[in-house]
C-alpha cells in the first residue's frame, strides 16, 4: 500500500477534499495508528439484498464484494439510499426476516449466512461489534449505562456482575469519559451526544471485536466533537486490535482515516481503491460528481457548489444500463442499455463500474464534467 496517513502522515489529496478534511479533523492526528496486516478477516462475495413490498422488491444492495484486512479502515461512501447501511446489517445479521439475502458473508473462512442463528449471536458483539448511527435510539433509556455496557459483556462471558461493571468502568476510561465510575450509574439522557457516541464505541469494543462497523458515528455531531470522536475511535481501533468498517456520506472523514475507499451508487459498488488514488485519480463520474460537490476553503467561499444534478433513482424501478446515466455528464448510448461491471482499471488494485473511464483518467481535473452553467459561461 502506498503511503498514507498511517506511515507518515502525507495524505496527498486534492485541495478540495483536503480542505473539507482539515476543516472536519481539527487535532486529529493518525500518524499512532498501525498499518493493516495481511490477514483477511472479512469477505464479502456478490452480497444481494432484496425487501419484498406491495409496490414491487426493493434491491437494495446489488452485488457488492470487498474484503478487510485486520487494523485496516475500510470506508464506504455514497449517498443515503446507496446501500450503505444494509449491506453492513446484513454482516451483523440485523436485518429482518422479510429480506431476501443471496451471496457469501466469509468471516475468517467461515460463511456467516450459513451459520444457525445461536452460531451468528456468539459472533455479534463479540467478534463483530457495531457503533449505530443514533446513540440515543440504540441505547436503553431506561437502563443505567453500566448496566447496558455490563449486559454486553455478560451475554458472552460468564463472570460476576461486579466483574462486568469493572470492565465497563475500564472502557469508559478508554473511550475518555470523565468520572467514569460515576457515570455508570447514569441514563443515556444525562449524557450529552458526544458523550452518548463515546458509550455506543465503549460497548463495541467491551468484548475486544475483531472487526467495528461504524454507521456514521458523528452524525448530528458539531465539527470539534467530530474530530473527538474520530480520533477516539482510531485509538481505541489500536487498542484491541481491530479493523474498521466506516460507513459515512462525508469524504473528508475517509480522507483522513481510511486506508482504502468502496463507493457505492443504486445499490452497488462503482468503484474501489486504496484512498489517495480514488481520490486524485476517481475514474467512475459518480465520484467525481463527489469530490466536486464539497466546499473549499479557497477562493473565501466566493466559489458556488457543483452539485451533481438530479436524484437517485428508485431502487424498485431501476433504469436500464447504468443506473447513474440519468444524471452523468459522460453518459452515451451504451451507458443507458449495457450496465458495465466493477472492472480493474489503468492503475492497479483500482476497479470502477464505468465504460468511460479512460475519459475521466485523460482530464486534468475530472470534477470539470460537472461545471455549472455560469462557470461554463466563465
Known amino acids: 500500500m502506498p503511503a498514507g496517513p498511517y506511515e507518515d502522515g502525507a495524505h496527498e489529496l486534492s485541495s478540495h477534499v483536503t480542505d473539507s478534511a482539515e476543516e472536519v479533523h481539527v487535532g486529529l492526528t493518525l500518524d499512532a495508528v498501525r498499518p493493516p496486516s495481511s490477514e483477511e478477516i472479512l469477505k464479502v462475495e456478490d452480497l444481494t439484498v432484496e425487501f419484498p413490498t406491495e409496490d414491487g422488491v426493493v434491491r437494495a444492495v446489488r452485488g457488492v464484494s470487498y474484503s478487510l484486512r485486520e487494523r485496516e479502515v475500510l470506508g464506504i461512501v455514497g449517498e443515503s439510499g446507496s446501500g450503505k447501511s444494509v449491506s453492513s446489517l446484513a454482516v451483523m445479521g440485523l436485518l429482518p426476516k422479510s429480506a431476501r439475502i443471496r451471496g457469501r458473508i466469509l468471516f475468517r473462512g467461515d460463511d456467516m449466512l450459513k451459520m444457525s442463528p445461536r452460531k451468528q449471536r456468539s459472533l455479534r458483539g463479540r467478534k463483530i461489534a457495531m457503533v449505530f448511527q443514533d446513540p440515543m435510539t440504540a441505547l436503553n433509556p431506561v437502563y443505567t449505562i453500566g448496566d447496558q455496557l455490563a449486559e454486553a459483556v455478560l451475554a458472552h462471558e460468564l463472570m460476576p456482575r461486579k466483574t462486568a461493571l469493572a470492565r465497563a468502568k475500564e472502557m469508559l476510561d478508554l473511550v ?81 482515516m481510511a486506508h482504502r475507499v468502496l463507493v457505492m451508487y443504486a445499490g452497488r ?24 460537490s464539497i466546499p473549499s476553503l479557497e477562493g473565501g467561499g466566493a466559489s458556488r457548489l457543483r452539485p451533481i444534478k438530479g436524484t437517485p433513482p428508485s431502487l424498485i424501478n431501476l433504469p436500464s444500463g447504468c443506473p447513474f446515466s440519468p444524471r452523468c455528464p459522460l453518459a452515451t448510448e451504451v451507458c443507458r442499455t449495457e450496465e458495465p461491471p466493477l472492472a480493474e482499471t489503468d492503475s492497479g488494485a483500482h476497479y470502477a463500474a464505468c465504460h468511460h473511464w479512460d475519459r475521466l483518467a485523460a482530464a486534468e481535473d475530472p470534477t470539470e464534467f460537472f461545471r455549472t452553467e455560469s462557470e461554463t459561461v466563465a
Open 176 to 256: 475518555g469519559i470523565p468520572q467514569a465510575e460515576a457515570r455508570l450509574r447514569s441514563y443515556p439522557h444525562e449524557f450529552s451526544g458526544g458523550m452518548r457516541q463515546r458509550a455506543m464505541i465503549a460497548m463495541a469494543v467491551i468484548n475486544n471485536p475483531d472487526i467495528i462497523i461504524a454507521d456514521e458515528p458523528t452524525t448530528a455531531l458539531d465539527v470539534t466533537v467530530q474530530a473527538q470522536i474520530l480520533e477516539k475511535l482510531l485509538e481505541v481501533k489500536d487498542a484491541v486490535n481491530a479493523a474498521i468498517v466506516l460507513i459515512t456520506h462525508d469524504l473528508g472523514v475517509i480522507a483522513g
Open 269 to 292: 459498488p462503482v468503484e474501489l481503491g486504496e484512498t489517495d488514488p480514488v481520490f486524485e485519480e476517481p475514474r467512475m463520474p459518480y465520484t467525481a460528481g463527489l469530490l466536486g
